[in-house]
T-cell receptor, first 112, second 110 residues
Framework: NAGVTQTPKFRVLKTGQSMTLLCAQDMNHEYMYWYRQDPGMGLRLIHYSVGEGTTAKGEVPDGYNVSRLKKQNFLLGLESAAPSQTSVYFC???????????FGPGTRLTVT | EDKVVQSPLSLVVHEGDTVTLNCSYEVTNFRSLLWYKQEKKAPTFLFMLTSSGIEKKSGRLSSILDKKELSSILNITATQTGDSAIYLCAPNIYGQNFVFGPGTRLSVLP
């Protein structure tokens, strides 16, 4: 099992450009999440999904969109990147219930 | 507003020392508290705590939850350089959502 994978690992964007980050999991997890991690601020939830075809906003959703067309994939889109979106992005997945989340390796995004 | 505080934010010790990391929280709809270790990349799961006063142990690491004090501690005994990492605590607030603290950066010197 690959677990949770993220594509790409690194990306540099210019302000105003768009991009999509892909998260894939092979554990048949129902729930998937996108977080961003900034120095000194821990992980903050951007969007999450409790099942195929459903998405919901987290703590910091502005400037991002998501889609969950297939159970194993969760896409995070930036329509018009801003320097404030420079961060490390982590995807995670889990089963329902009192269980842990499994994290992907992260994507380091720099917006200039 | 949900809030998680971890202390200290940074800690430097020598191999063999014992450390205690603290996590305090003010969250709605508390269900459980998780501890993660983050080295260079993805956080990896350490413990899930749901009941007060019951210690969870894994090797040299142990953790306990105090629901009355809204806090948890993570202890590491006989630290090793491989314990160097950021330690994150994350209360589960509702459904499957978590609020992560800022983390404690532990550096263990040889």
């Amino acid at each position: 099992n690959a677990g949770v994978t993220q594509t790409p690992k690194f990306r540099v964007l210019k302000t105003g450009q768009s991009m999509t980050l892909l998260c894939a999991q092979d554990m048949n997890h129902e729930y998937m999440y996108w977080y961003r991690q900034d120095p000194g601020m821990g992980l903050r939830l951007i969007h999450y999904s409790v099942g195929e075809g459903t998405t919901a906003k987290g703590e910091v959703p502005d400037g991002y969109n998501v889609s969950r067309l297939k159970k194993q994939n969760f896409l995070l889109g930036l329509e018009s990147a801003a320097p404030s979106q420079t961060s490390v992005y982590f995807c995670a997945s889990s089963y329902p219930g009192l269980v842990e989340q499994y994290f992907g390796p992260g994507t380091r995004l720099t917006v200039t | 507003e949900d809030k998680v505080v971890q202390s200290p934010l940074s800690l430097v010790v020598h191999e063999g020392d014992t450390v205690t990391l603290n996590c305090s929280y003010e969250v709605t709809n508390f269900r459980s508290l998780l501890w993660y270790k983050q080295e260079k990349k993805a956080p990896t799961f350490l413990f899930m705590l749901t009941s007060s006063g019951i210690e969870k142990k894994s090797g040299r690491l142990s953790s306990i939850l105090d629901k009355k004090e809204l806090s948890s501690i993570l202890n590491i005994t006989a630290t090793q350089t491989g314990d160097s990492a950021i330690y994150l605590c994350a209360p589960n607030i509702y459904g499957q959502n978590f609020v992560f603290g800022p983390g404690t950066r532990l550096s263990v010197l040889p």
